[in-house]
Every structure is written in C-alpha cells, then in structure tokens.
C-alpha cells in the first residue's frame, strides 16, 4: 500500500490535481488499483455544482490515467519520467459520483510499443462500475 507521499514520489502531480489517496495494489508494469476519498470540501465542488455536487467525469479519467501512471512509472526504466495522456477510447459514465463515496480506480496496461501505451480503467463505487475507458498515453522526459 502506498500513501500520498510515496505516490507522489513517483507521479509529478501536486495538490490539488493529484487525485489519488492512496495505492492498495500493484505489479510495475502491469496494473495499480487506488483510491480517491470523494470529499464534500474538494474545491471542484465550488463549481460543479453547486447544490448538486457530482465529480466530473473528466476527473474521473484522470484518476484512472494517475493510477495506470504509478504502475508504468514505478518501472525502473521509467522512473522520473511523466506519462502523458494521448487519448481516450470507449468511455462510459454510468452514475454520479458524489461526495461520500470512495472511488476506487483500477487501471491495467495491455499494450506498449516504445514511448505510447493503452492502458484498460475502470472506476468503481462499492460494487457499482461507475466509468470505464481505453486510456492512450506516452512517456516522455519531464
């Protein structure tokens, strides 16, 4: 398990767009599950929206993306470098995510030819599959 210090150790992100709690999970390479406590007093709140709070989609592919990224870049061969998003495939919403709930992030690398990379991410509430996507992203020197 890794906590947000030792997730920030390998991912570049910062406070208040580094999106994971923590790591519970992960083989280098392969795959990372994380989390993100969903927090009433998270400033994107302010603005989506307010009196009807829900966690944004995008967000959502984000934190799937962090997460696939701390599983490529916990790679010796990659560590200090800064995956990229390139694209985005396939992706579905399929409930709110409000304040409360705790997103729990799952990302699988399935393919990588040299720099770019596809990762399969889906994010989940409880038992409830809440996004889903093909990420496409590249490594590159920060």
Known sequence: MLDKRQIEAILPHRDPFLLLDRVTEMVPGEYA???????AADDVFRGHFPGYP?????LQLEA???TGAVALLSLP?????????????????RRPVVPGDT???ETR???????????????????DLVCSGILTFAITEP
Not at 33 to 39: F, N, Q, R, S, Y
Not at 79 to 93: E, T
Not at 119 to 124: C, H, M, V, Y
């Open 54 to 58: 829900i966690f944004p989609g995008v």
């Open 77 to 93: 061969e990659a560590q200090g470098k800064v995956a990229l998003f390139a694209g985005v495939d396939h992706v579905r919403f």
């Open 64 to 66: 799937l993306a962090q």
């Open 109 to 127: 690398l399935t393919e990588r030819r040299g720099r770019i990379g596809k990762g399969e991410g889906r994010a989940f509430v409880g038992s």
């Open 103 to 105: 997103l729990r992030l």
């Open 33 to 39: 599950v994380a989390e993100k406590d969903i927090l």
